[in-house]
């Protein structure tokens, strides 16, 4: 097999390329999604508030084939004009509030990620520039169109042939039925042709929706290059991780100084993690944790025990059995005594210049604990003073 190199857009685009696109305005979107929403939301308005359009609509139309005498005599063509728009404009105006409000929603929904794209607004040469235009048109995305389209009228024009084949013989009898049965009819017959439009649209949409999300997934495609940029971008250089990691240590070391001064021996384990105690018989019975940490505290911990000359012992298994036993400010637990006074015996010989063998934990089975506080009672070490 070929070593891929690292200028192949092989890799699935990440969350934040997505994101990115998404603010550009490149959207997983289906227009005829929202045309199909339009289409039902004008076709269940037409249904249910037909009654009230075809009442003015009707009156409008018999008031404007009604003349007499005083009619020619005072003809007011605008006052008319004015007439005819109040009765028909509230429902209109209602449908189209109606239609503008669901195209929203459609474009807003879980496509849309719930906001406005306002990168679609934002003017881009390719838009009007000739040959990016014959390149679309020529290209494989416009082949792709070219056969949507075809698809989409031939579902389209052989719902509307059905639909209209079907009524022939009605429509050929509107003359014996009157203005008011034509009308009924017309109302009728255009709702349900809008219903099997949606209908047809929707299943367009259906179709369509795969298709956009895989073209779009293999447009933002990455290559190897391209998620290691945003990988580091992400993280930030290893300067930048240095700086932020001694960072956080100064604000670690910040909040524990204070207890540190008062500390007579630091336990660690001996990298992750790190127990600072005291012990005063006329303030507690037992040796208190001072201050205990893992990771960048665990660090500021021990840097701050190498300036303050306090010693700083590895014993691993002691270390996290005070970790997970004890919390600041709080005596140790009566079960680790022994081992902390052997240990704290060992310090006070160290001050005295005494040499002493490092002693040896005998930590109870329910002391025992591993790097992420889990019982470990197989555990068995032989601590070391670090050099």
């Keep these: 097999m070929a070593e891929e190199t690292s200028g192949e857009k092989t890799f699935a685009p990440t969350e934040k390329r997505l994101k990115d696109a998404?603010?550009?305005g490149d959207l997983l979107r289906s227009k005829d999604l929202g045309v199909a929403a339009t289409m039902l939301i004008g076709a269940a308005f037409l249904q249910l508030a037909g009654p009230w359009m075809f009442e003015g609509m009707a009156e409008t139309m018999r008031s404007g084939m009604h003349w007499d005498r005083a009619a020619l005599d005072s003809f007011e063509p605008g006052r008319i004009g004015l007439r005819i728009t109040m009765r028909l404009a509230p429902p209109v105006l209602l449908l189209g509030m109606l239609v503008i409000a669901f195209t929203i929603i459609t474009q807003l929904g879980p496509a849309g990620n719930g906001r406005f794209q306002f990168g679609n607004l934002a003017p881009k040469g390719s838009r009007i520039n000739p040959m990016s235009g014959l390149a679309r048109m020529f290209g494989p995305n416009g082949w792709i169109e070219v056969a949507k389209g075809t698809l989409k009228v031939l579902l389209l024009g052989t719902i509307a042939y059905s639909w209209g084949s079907s009524r022939v013989d009605q429509m050929l009898q509107l003359n014996a039925?009157?203005?008011?049965?034509?009308?009924?009819?017309?109302?009728?017959?255009?709702?349900?042709l809008f219903y099997q439009l949606a209908g047809g649209l929707v299943v367009i949409a259906l179709i369509d929706f795969p298709v956009q999300w895989v073209r779009r997934m293999r447009r933002l495609r990455m290559s190897l290059q391209e998620v290691k940029d945003e990988n580091k971008e992400q993280e930030g250089s290893p300067e930048a991780r240095g700086h932020r990691r001694q960072r956080q240590r100064q604000i670690a070391m910040g909040a524990i100084a204070g207890a540190m001064k008062k500390a007579q021996f630091v336990v660690t384990n001996p990298t992750h993690f790190a127990v600072a105690l005291a012990w005063d018989p006329q303030i507690a019975m037992a040796p208190v944790v001072l201050a205990k940490g893992r990771g960048e505290k665990a660090l500021a911990i021990r840097e701050l025990a190498a300036e303050y000359d306090l010693p700083c012992l590895s014993?691993?298994?002691?270390?996290?059995?005070?970790?997970?036993?004890?919390r600041e400010r709080q005596m140790i637990r009566e079960e680790l005594y022994g081992a902390v006074a052997g240990v704290l015996a060992f310090v006070m010989a160290l001050k005295r210049g005494e040499a002493r063998p490092v002693p040896i934990m005998d930590l109870p089975v329910e002391m025992r604990f591993?790097?992420?506080?889990?019982?470990?009672?197989?555990?068995?070490y032989r601590p070391e003073i670090p050099a």
Aim: charged share 20%; hydrophobic share 30%; proline share 7%.
């Design 22 to 24: 998404s603010k550009n």
């Design 370 to 380: 591993d790097g992420d506080g889990r019982p470990d009672p197989e555990d068995q």
């Design 177 to 192: 039925v009157g203005l008011s049965g034509q009308l009924q009819f017309a109302w009728g017959a255009l709702t349900n």
């Design 315 to 326: 014993f691993p298994g002691l270390a996290r059995a005070l970790y997970y036993t004890t």
